[in-house]
């Protein structure tokens, strides 16, 4: 018997929502496993079967589920691309990603000007590695933890022969690659990453392109080209860009200052936790960031009609303009739930104005 499987959707007012049902066999017998969650954030995983049943009782088991979710508002929508999972999700694997500092704007000069230095976009998403092994392709987050991700990503990287682990940023139901830590049985981390970046171009040659769920990005090279990408990218509202170090090598985890990559933000971003909702019924909550081992307040930010209202303890991402000197995030915008982190930012990190008087409703 093939999978079958059912993705139902529910919208409406601030919730959009997305449930996935699946009859797959195991051994010799069969299980339902479910997954849910609010649409276009990673999915939460877990099974009504926690041993395997026979055939009959899992199509039982399977069809209540979908008939349970459609009393509850649920529909069938097509051209909803489902998750994929598998019962190792949230397993460490022990793969984490190598991290970047953050350069400052009187630095930018020196790395234009550097050829040893390439410039990326930084993309604005989830990082994910993809690793393929066993004919099995699967992802990881930036905990080290295998996490659903598109199954239409799963599909497009399955045509890749032999093993692999790719770094990249997945936004929506596209994943945006721009390294290779391995490849058909050899390890690339003790590789510089300029021959990283074209192995990788190489090996994703025939996936790469317009309106594709799997792309590369894009390294520009050249004092003057760095220069104009810079501008454009900056003109076109981006997150920011990245600095690569042709001749570095792949470090998992994040230098404790400097490093061979880096990134500059062209907007004010940081995670904050939540810790306090608005009683007055407002969509607004409180949040908070370290100072040292103590959280601290930062005020609040509202939270926009097509997401839902984080609880409290949540950590969130913020976009702000600047935060006052011992006081609240200046015009925060929320942009949504960071599962894929362990805390908060520490205040020192986040960008200060002094002398400026902050108004609460703005905070």
Not at 20 to 42: A, E, M, W
Not at 204 to 225: H, K, Y
Request: aromatic share 8%.
């Amino acid at each position: 018997m093939s999978e079958k499987h059912v993705s139902l959707f529910y919208q409406q007012g601030s919730s959009d929502k997305e449930y996935h049902i699946f009859l797959r066999k195991k051994g010799s017998g069969y299980v339902v496993d479910i997954q849910y969650g609010r649409r276009g954030n990673s999915l939460t995983c877990s099974t009504k079967t926690p041993s395997p049943v026979d055939l009959d009782k899992a199509t039982a088991i399977f069809d209540s589920q979908v008939h349970a979710k459609k009393l509850k508002g649920y529909s069938e929508a097509a051209g909803q691309a489902p998750y994929v999972g598998s019962d190792k999700e949230d397993k460490i694997t022990g793969i984490l990603p190598q991290l970047l500092n953050n350069v400052e704007e009187e630095q930018l000069e020196s790395l234009f000007k550097d050829d040893t230095y390439c410039l990326q976009e930084k993309k604005d998403g989830k990082r994910i590695l993809i690793r393929k092994q066993d004919g099995s392709v699967e992802a990881i987050n930036r905990k080290g933890l295998l996490v659903g991700f598109p199954a239409g990503i799963s599909t497009a990287l399955s045509q890749l022969p032999g093993s692999f682990l790719l770094d990249g940023e997945l936004i929506g139901e596209t994943i945006w690659f721009f390294d290779v830590l391995e490849y058909a049985g050899t390890d690339f981390r003790k590789t510089p990453y300029g021959q990283r970046y074209q192995i990788l171009c190489t090996t994703l040659a025939a996936l790469d392109g317009e309106g594709s769920c799997v792309r590369v990005v894009d390294a520009i090279f050249g004092t003057p080209e760095k220069r104009k990408a810079f501008k454009e990218l900056k003109a076109l509202g981006v997150e920011g860009v990245v600095f690569k170090n042709v001749h570095s090598l792949y470090k998992a985890g994040r230098p404790a200052s400097g490093g061979d990559m880096l990134k500059f933000k062209f907007t004010q971003t940081c995670t904050v936790q939540v810790s306090g909702l608005n009683e007055k019924g407002k969509r607004s909550v409180y949040v908070q960031a370290l100072d040292g081992k103590e959280l601290v307040d930062v005020g609040k930010v509202t939270v926009l009609p097509n997401f839902e209202v984080p609880k409290i303890g949540t950590l969130v991402e913020v976009e702000y303009l600047y935060r006052h000197v011992h006081g609240a995030l200046y015009q925060p915008v929320f942009l949504g739930v960071r599962d894929d982190l362990d805390g908060p930012d520490q205040v020192k990190t986040l960008k200060i104005k002094e002398g400026v008087e902050v108004d609460e409703d703005e905070s």
